[in-house]
């Protein structure tokens, strides 16, 4: 079983950045391919990013590429979802998320992940 505990999301105004955590726990973490998705009200939840176990690779949506980046710490057992330039249609629940399988390019975006947080709320108002 793993354990996924988010932090850092807030209120915050468009432009401005924010970076998400997520601590692990109960699993070898270098072992777990990570994910970050975000849930806006009325709407499906979607993939943001995700990083291969090593953190060598990394994947994200269109939506964001070049305004996130997904990184990972092996030794603190945490990754991070750096948000910069955010925008009012950031604005939604952010979860990370945990897969011991592996992380591939071709189907990162519909990737199933067996363990999920219970999420951080960020808000961008304009």
């Known amino acids: 079983q793993v354990q996924l505990v988010e932090s850092g999301g807030g209120l915050v105004q468009a432009g401005d950045s924010l970076r998400l955590s997520c601590a692990a726990s109960g699993r070898t973490f270098s072992g777990l391919t990570m994910g970050w998705f975000r849930q806006a009200p009325g709407q499906d939840r979607e993939s943001v990013a995700a990083i291969s176990k090593p953190g060598a690779s990394t994947y994200y949506a269109d939506f964001v590429k070049g305004r996130f980046t997904i990184s990972r710490d092996n030794a603190k057992n945490t990754v991070y979802l750096q948000m910069n330039s955010l925008k009012p249609e950031d604005t939604a629940v952010y979860y990370c998320?945990?897969?011991?399988?592996?992380?591939?390019?071709?189907?990162?975006?519909?990737?199933?992940?067996?363990?999920w947080g219970q999420g951080t709320q960020v808000t961008v108002s304009s």
């Open positions: 998320a945990a897969d011991p399988g592996p992380l591939f390019s071709f189907n990162w975006f519909s990737k199933s992940y067996a363990y």
